[in-house]
Structure formats: structure tokens, C-alpha cells
């Protein structure tokens, strides 16, 4: 949730991805505070993330309350605008695609955050063949909810693993052949990719 702009880096002299972090309408304050601290914790543990398909996060800054994320700038195409273009994409190239995605979210499982937006618009492909997971924006420790307290789920409804949908917390598989919630929302995003049918969008948070 919120809004990516390319910037520039002044002191360094490089281009840059600033994402404002937007909260969900009728949080209350005390919840805004929750939700800017777990930003600024989030941005450290993903700033430690070291895996070419995760996207790099340089810093966590904030003004007037409101948290920034500053990232790599990757210059490329979502994979919903490939698909959308160029059509589906090849089997082979649809299973490159996924394993590069669980590569870093293993990446970022070991750093104890779990992505609970994986989907298409997410993640990019450059036209050398890299895949990069971004937005790491409402991602969550494990062991968080994934409910606010208002009762808002975080997330794309479209992509939400089942256990997450009912308010549980994310974490590791409870038994070794169950998927873990984002293996589940990986396939999600994948199944489009490979078919060229889209899933049907919902707001990023919705009242449960």
C-alpha cells in the first residue's frame, strides 16, 4: 500500500525507488504508531536481505509521521504488464520465474519476515532475466497478525493464503507437505502468468 516514486539519491548520485507507506482508512492513532514502528522494524530486517531476486532497501526515513522506504531503483516491467503485452509466458519461463520469487521469500523467511503481498504487479523482470520481489511495505514478522485491530486484513485478497484470510498468524508450515501461506500466494501469482487469466482484484485491505 501507498505510493513509489523514482528519486534521487543526492548525496550518492544515483536513482533511487521512495515509497510513501500509506495506512488503510479508519485506523486509529494508536494503530498509525503500531504501523510506523513495524515500518521502521520491517525496514531494517529487509535492508539485512541478500538475494539477487529481493529488492534492495537502502532506508526507512520519516516526515510528518509519514514512513518512506528508500529502495533499488530496478529499472523493468511488472510481470502483470508482461502478461498483459506479451501474453502468457512460456512454462519454462513461467517456472524460472517462481523459483526465483521462493528464493527470496526463503531469503526473507530467514530474516523472520513474511511478504503478505506477493503478486504480479510486484514483481519485476529486467531485460537482462532478473526477477525482483519488491514492496516489502506491509510485510510482517512471523508470529504477527495479519488482522489490525480494526479488523482490517492487510494484503491483496486475490493473493492470501487461506490461513491468513482467517486471521491467522503467518509462519512456518505445521506439517512438512502443507505449503507454507507464501508458497500458497506464489502459485497464486503464477497461475495468471501461465494462463494470461486474470484473478479477480479487491481492495488491498478489506473489513473481515
Known sequence: MGTVWRAEDTVLGRAVALKEVTFPPGVSDDEREVLRERTRREGRAAARLDHPSAV??????????IPYLVMEFVEARTLSE???????LTPHATAQMGLAVLGALEAAHHQGIVHRDVKPSNVLLRSDGRVVLTDFGIATFSGDSSITSTGLLLGSPSYIAPERARGEAPGPAPA???PRPTQLTSGAAAAPVATGEPRPTAPACVPV
Open 56 to 65: 534492495t532497501v537502502y532506508d526507512v526515513a520519516e516526515e510528518d509521521g
Open 82 to 88: 508482461v502478461v498483459r503485452s506479451d501474453g502468457p
Open 176 to 178: 512438512p507437505l502443507q
